[in-house]
Every structure is written in structure tokens, then in C-alpha cells.
């Protein structure tokens, strides 16, 4: 399978899991601009200096800085799997008038499972960006500037949904008979 897919969905619902599992078996590309970010944060680069007080606010990164590093990574590749990106109507814009996107899947899950695995997640990783506050925040950022992403890519007729409230296990399958 050569596709060009984004994920889609709430801090936490689990993109950056099921993107893993896809792109070790479909031998895909994950590009995730969390990971991006944080590697940069970790070596204390220029960008990492700029995205860590972002972040830290619960804010996301502006478009332009996303876009010029989404572009950067993507340029010349053949099959890959966004992860967290595009966040806002003018990301998305951007990415179309540069490459054709194949799938975007919306994985969908409550507000209620997204804070719980967010804690979770904080407890296990000791992720400064998931306290109750900042996931608080981003969640509310995501609602505003990444929800109309859904009618967005749905008017474009590549939107395929599914819940992602079982089992990672039970996620994947799901996933994998959507792409087939």
C-alpha cells in the first residue's frame, strides 16, 4: 500500500499509536509534527527554543512555521502517514495545493476518553504538556481550529471515520478495514 493518509482526531485519541502500527506494516512513512517538535525541544535548536513556549502555553504552532517544516519532510516522498498535521482549514489548504491526500481517517473519541488517556499517558511518559490544565487548553484549541477540519475534508469526499474507544487491537482492525 502506497497512500498518502492523514490522522485526524483529538490530542490523545490515539494517532500517534495507530500511525506507528500502520507504517510498520505497510512499510509507510510516519511523519508526526509532535515528534518533529519534540526532537527539536530535547537538542535545544532554534525551533526547539520557539515551539517549547508554545507548547507550554497548550497553544499549537503557527501555520506558516508548520506548513514550511510539513513541506520540508514531505517534498519527494511517495507514501506516508500525517500525524497531528493539518491542524486548521489553512493547513489543509496548504497540503492539497501541494500533494494528493488519499485517506484522512477520523479517529473519534470523547472528551471524557481523551482526558483519560492524556493523564495516563502524562504518568507514564512524564509529559510536561499533558496536565489537566493544558490538555484543558487544548482540547479547547482543537474544537475551535481543528474540528472544522471534519466538513472540510468530508466535502472533498476523503473523510472515513471510526470510534477509537476499544482496544488498540480492536482500533487497528477497524483502521485496516476502512483502508482496504
Do not use: C, W
Not at 492539497?96 to 470523547?110: C, F, Q
Not at 466538513?151 to 477497524?174: A, M, P
Amino acid at each position: 500500500m502506497i497512500k498518502k493518509i492523514i490522522f485526524l482526531g483529538a490530542p490523545g485519541v490515539g494517532k500517534g499509536t495507530l500511525a506507528k502500527t500502520l507504517s510498520k506494516k505497510e512499510n509507510l512513512e510516519h511523519i508526526s509534527t509532535g515528534d518533529i517538535f519534540r526532537y527539536n525541544i530535547k537538542n535545544n535548536t532554534l525551533l526547539g527554543k520557539e515551539v517549547k513556549s508554545i507548547l507550554a502555553a497548550g497553544n499549537f504552532v503557527s501555520d506558516d512555521l508548520t506548513n514550511k517544516i510539513v513541506k520540508n519532510t514531505i517534498i519527494n516522498k511517495e507514501g506516508y502517514i500525517l500525524d497531528g498535521y493539518p491542524r486548521t482549514i489553512n493547513q489543509a489548504k496548504f497540503l492539497l495545493d501541494l500533494v494528493d491526500i488519499d485517506d484522512v481517517i477520523l479517529l473519534d473519541a470523547t472528551d471524557q476518553v481523551v482526558i483519560e488517556r492524556l493523564t495516563l499517558r502524562s504518568e507514564k511518559e512524564g509529559r510536561t504538556d499533558d496536565t489537566p490544565e493544558i490538555i484543558s487548553k487544548r482540547l479547547e484549541v482543537y474544537n475551535k481550529q481543528t474540528k472544522p477540519l471534519i466538513d472540510f475534508f468530508k466535502s472533498k469526499g476523503i473523510l472515513r471515520k471510526i470510534s477509537v474507544v476499544g482496544s488498540r487491537e480492536d482500533n487497528f482492525k477497524k483502521l485496516m478495514d476502512i483502508l482496504k
